[in-house]
């Protein structure tokens, strides 16, 4: 592993370790208003929900590392204490980025990259029309992280009220994920979409204590076959199969037949073959046959 010691590494390369690595990081378009009621927009991904009662959003304004200056983003956000915090889809990111431009602060973003300014109900910022998801905020706090360049301030921002495109809400009241299209940014110049195979559901029950990995046999946790993601399945299954089941896998069950019948004893191809079975009962969706499969070379 690469030992990076902040400190012992330039600023520049420090922050694009961390960018890297904490990533893909969901991206705030952020719009406020200055002194003249200019308005301004700006994406910033050092973003995230902390809170949902009260509902809450934080950003963090960085000074930059080449001159050590503060961007109007946080000038406006404490001049009035009012932003709107809108999402990027992947039909806006190329407009997102025009907007990231650092130009002059008379000078308005939304003229420059093309996008809408729709009126907010409760802030005096704009919400831009394009995004499919706006929250108008009130800022209730400016934490100051440090005074040289790449040292942020977190905008702590309570949400007064959020907007939603209706042709992203789903018939089960909730926001389809394909649909908003949302992108990430990633390191450098890359970033994320969200779409097709990149978006998975992984459903893992918070309530019911599952068995845990240090519960399963070393056959199972020590194979050749089945990874980590695919023995965390497993392990997130309540019980152990019963005896009944397994013994009735080894006697109806075809496939399992034959790779029994390829042996006289337990061997480690055999218990290859049962993981190989484990595996594709998994990947159709059997978690259930997939330990009863594994637990067969235990039965032998
Ligand atoms: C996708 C993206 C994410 C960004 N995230 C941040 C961030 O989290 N913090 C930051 O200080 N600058 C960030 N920037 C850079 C600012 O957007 C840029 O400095 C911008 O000019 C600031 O505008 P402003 O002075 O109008 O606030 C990001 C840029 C892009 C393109």
Same mark, same amino acid.
């Given at each position: 592993?690469?030992? +990076?010691?902040p ?12 960018l ?5 990081? &969901? ?9 003249n #009621?200019?308005?301004?927009i700006?994406?910033?991904?050092f973003?995230?929900a902390f ?5 809450v ?15 109007d ?10 932003? =709107?915090i #809108? =999402? ?14 650092? @130009? &002059?602060?008379?000078i ?8 809408? &300014? +729709? &009126?907010?109900?409760?802030? %005096? !910022?704009f919400?831009?029309?394009e ?5 108008e905020?009130?800022v ?32 089960n009241?909730?926001?389809? !994920? ?5 992108v ?6 890359h @970033? =994320?979409? *969200?779409?097709?195979?990149?978006i ?5 029950s918070?309530?019911? !204590? ?7 046999p ?5 194979? #050749?076959?089945?990874?980590? #993601?695919?023995?965390?399945q497993i *392990?997130?299954?309540?019980e152990?199969?019963?005896? *009944?089941?397994?013994?009735k896998l %080894?006697?109806?069950? *075809?496939? +399992?037949?034959?790779?029994? %019948? ?24 059997n ?14």
């Open positions: 592993m690469r030992v +990076i010691t400190g012992e590494v330039e600023t520049k390369d420090l922050h694009q370790f961390i890297g690595a904490v990533a893909p990081r &969901p991206i705030a378009f952020v719009s406020t208003i200055d002194e #009621n200019i308005p301004n700006a994406p910033y991904s973003f995230n809170s949902s009662n009260p509902p959003l934080v950003f963090s304004s960085n000074r930059r590392v080449a001159d050590n200056t503060t961007k983003t946080l000038h406006n956000a404490k001049l009035n204490q009012e932003v =709107v #809108n =999402v990027v889809n992947f039909s806006i990111v190329r407009q997102m980025a025009l907007a990231s431009i650092s @130009y &002059p602060a008379h308005n973003e939304f003229s420059k990259s093309g996008l809408t &300014p +729709i &009126p907010s109900d409760l802030v %005096k !910022p919400r831009i029309k995004s499919p998801a706006h929250f905020c009130k209730s706090e400016i934490i100051t992280l440090g005074k040289h360049g790449g040292a942020g301030h977190l905008i702590v921002c309570n949400v007064l009220r959020m907007h939603i495109n209706e042709t992203i809400i789903d018939e009241n909730r926001i389809n !994920p394909h649909k908003i299209d949302l990430g940014r990633m390191g450098r110049s @970033y =994320v979409r *969200a779409q097709g195979n990149s998975f559901d992984v459903y893992q918070v309530m019911k !204590p599952a068995l845990g990995f240090d519960q399963l070393e056959h199972i946790l020590k194979s #050749n076959i089945l990874t980590g #993601n695919d023995i965390a *392990a997130g299954l309540y152990f199969p019963n005896n *009944a089941a397994i013994e %080894k006697t109806s069950d *075809a496939r +399992i037949m034959n790779i029994l %019948k390829s042996s006289s004893h337990p061997d480690e191809n055999m218990r290859s073959a049962l993981h190989k079975e484990a595996k594709s009962a998994l990947d159709n969706g978690v259930t046959k997939a330990f009863e499969i594994a637990m067969i070379y235990q039965s032998l």
